[in-house]
């Protein structure tokens, strides 16, 4: 954990010394506080309402100590199974393996069964008519934030919110490019929602999250470098940089806040399970989603916008039958179980 203080600070800035101090002395060798010290520090700063002052903040990087609920192999194998079970690799899969018995001129009715799948749902999930029937439900479930008038009052639970949470979706690793243009697309649209809600609400901590890979910047840092070029200031910022999925998320964001309100921001595709994942933990959240796919038309939906087939028809149905994949997990697990929740943003 990296922590900064500036001058000034009163009551918060000697008990923020003092705590540090203190277990700095327990840890003996490592000089930087845990978890749930570190948390402490944030909601510290939130309750006796430092925040308005930049110089007495908190910049924390706060860790994540996922090893007790999966063990890496666990973790991966889980990935591995969820990335075959996409739209492309399985469909791909199922081709290859029809392939494969006709170059060996064994089982003639599996090899034309498997390929005939296999380009069947390719074809159905690179439409169009049917990556919307896919995507819609999910990215309806809640509403967007509405624009934020100057002269008008902010809905009362989007008010009541201390922190503003965006959720990582990746980037790519890339020397001489800015920060914004190594994010994906997703994690674009997430971080731009969660720094026009922040400006709305400027005495509230923006918490980016996101891991990285070994030698290079975590993609929570790589969302931090972003918001500070769109103005927010790094002592603002928390970053939760070893959340490894949207469960080890929302538990840090849960260690984090506790009972304080949180506006969630996530791609509106994903906003479901996060929301029940998030429930799950006891945080209370505000829906704010981000990124949507299939954003109603003005004067309504045509015929012509559900035929044809695209690349980006099949981005939206791997979205969908990943999230599908991703609840039926949780649910499983029993994670989905609902909690008392805010009012929404309308």
Same mark, same amino acid.
């Given at each position: ?251 840090? !964001?849960? =260690?984090?806040? &506790?009972?304080?309100? %949180? /506006? ?7 906003? +479901? *399970? @996060?929301?029940? !994942?998030? =429930?799950?933990? &006891?945080?209370?959240? %505000? /829906? ?7 954003? +109603? *038309? @003005? ?11 695209? /690349? ?35």
């Amino acid at each position: 954990m990296r922590t900064r203080e500036g001058s000034g600070g009163g009551e918060v800035k000697q008990k923020f010394g003092r705590d540090l101090s203190f277990h700095r002395a327990l840890a003996g060798r490592n000089p930087y506080p845990t978890v749930a010290n570190s948390t402490y520090y944030a909601r510290e700063f939130v309750q006796k309402g430092a925040l308005p002052s930049i110089h007495r903040t908190v910049f924390a990087v706060v860790p994540t100590a996922h090893g007790a609920r999966n063990g890496s192999v666990g973790f991966l194998l889980k990935k591995i199974t969820g990335y075959l079970l996409m739209p492309v690799p399985f469909a791909t899969a199922l081709i290859l393996a029809g392939l494969a018995l006709q170059l060996a001129k064994r089982a003639p009715r599996t090899r034309r069964w498997l390929i005939m799948v296999g380009a069947g749902w390719l074809a159905l999930t690179g439409s169009n008519g049917i990556s919307l029937l896919l995507v819609r439900p999910l990215e309806s479930q809640f509403p967007p934030v509405p624009e934020l008038l100057a002269d008008a009052p902010l809905p009362a639970a989007l008010a009541a919110c201390r922190y503003v949470v965006v959720l990582g979706s990746g980037h790519t690793d890339a020397e001489g490019f800015s920060a914004n243009n190594q994010l994906s697309l997703p994690a674009q649209s997430r971080i731009l929602e969660g720094v026009r809600l922040w400006r709305a609400l400027p005495n509230a901590m923006l918490v980016v999250s996101g891991p990285g890979r070994d030698g290079q910047p975590t993609h929570a840092e790589i969302l931090t470098r972003a918001a500070v070029a769109l103005g927010v200031p790094r002592t603002h910022i928390v970053q939760v940089a070893t959340a490894r999925d949207t469960e080890d998320e929302t538990g840090e !964001l849960r =260690r984090i806040a &506790g009972d304080t309100p %949180v /506006a969630l921001i996530t791609s509106a595709w994903h906003m +479901p *399970r @996060a929301i029940a !994942l998030a =429930r799950h933990t &006891g945080l209370r959240v %505000v /829906a704010c989603p981000a990124d949507f796919t299939a954003v +109603p *038309r @003005a004067d309504g939906w045509s015929i012509g916008d559900y035929l044809g087939w695209d /690349a980006g028809a099949l981005q939206r149905s791997t979205w969908a039958v990943r999230e599908r994949l991703g609840w039926a997990w949780i649910w499983l697990r029993g994670k989905t179980s609902p909690a008392p929740e805010l009012n929404n943003t309308k």
